[in-house]
């Protein structure tokens, strides 16, 4: 089976030596994407260049990302080519719509905004929204989704899964963080989560999963899916 796994931060610029991005390693996207390679799949992993996991297999082709809209860019290039796509990717929330100084001066156009103008204030605008297009991009493909949360209940993590699930018509999400607490949790629709103890047994449980799932039964129909939007 053809299988893309997204990995590692994203960034969104500030100037042309700042951005903003956030924590992630890429660590579980890369043991992920080995463990599939290993399964005899032909796996692509879709990378974030902040990622500071390196870890290579060499029947995995890495493929770098920056932003959001690159990624986006990157995906659509495989469009109605995979069987499976594993977004795990940590993208970023905001991007930098406008930058003034403490004066209410704009401070667009700098190649690299001087510390000597003090104070700055950023307005932050929402990026683009990658999971939502996935399924009108790949109508066929099993898609797997991610919920990392840090405050709330367990029943708050997995009534965010199902909602995601709904809107982004995908077939499973990935629940961890430490609102969820221990592990990681593994949800379908209308399902109780699958308990998974740590990192290697998600990345086995979800081989096994591929395997299960893929042949979908006669007169399975998927949901009708949303078009693409195109980055703004």
Not at 151 to 172: F, I, P, S, W, Y
Request: aromatic share 6%.
């Amino acid at each position: 089976m053809r299988v893309i796994v997204t990995c590692g931060p994203s960034y969104e610029p500030i100037d042309y030596v700042r951005r903003l991005t956030n924590f992630s390693t890429g660590e579980l996207g890369l043991m992920l994407a080995a463990q599939m390679a290993r399964a005899g799949h032909t796996v692509t992993c879709l990378k974030g260049i902040g990622a500071t996991v390196h870890l290579s297999s060499p029947r995995v082709e890495v493929v770098p990302f920056s932003t959001n809209d690159d990624l986006m860019w990157k995906l659509t290039s495989h469009a109605g080519n995979v069987d499976v796509l594993f977004h795990t990717a940590a993208l970023c929330d905001y991007r930098v719509q406008s930058i003034h100084s403490e004066k209410g001066e704009p401070m667009s156009g700098m190649g690299k905004l001087p510390t000597r103008e003090g104070n700055l204030l950023l307005t932050l605008e929402p990026t683009t929204k990658v999971l939502p297009q996935l399924r009108g991009l790949f109508p066929t493909a099993k898609l797997v989704g991610w919920k990392y949360e840090i405050e709330g209940t367990q029943n708050d993590v997995v009534a965010k899964a199902q909602r995601q699930l709904a809107e982004c018509h995908t077939d499973a999400c990935v629940v961890n963080g430490a609102a969820w607490g221990e592990g990681f949790g593994f949800i379908t629709p209308n399902s109780q989560p699958t308990l998974v103890p740590d990192k290697n047994a998600l990345c086995e449980f979800l081989s096994g999963w591929v395997v299960k799932t893929t042949a979908a039964p006669q007169g399975t129909q998927r949901p009708t899916p949303p078009a693409p939007q195109p980055a703004s």
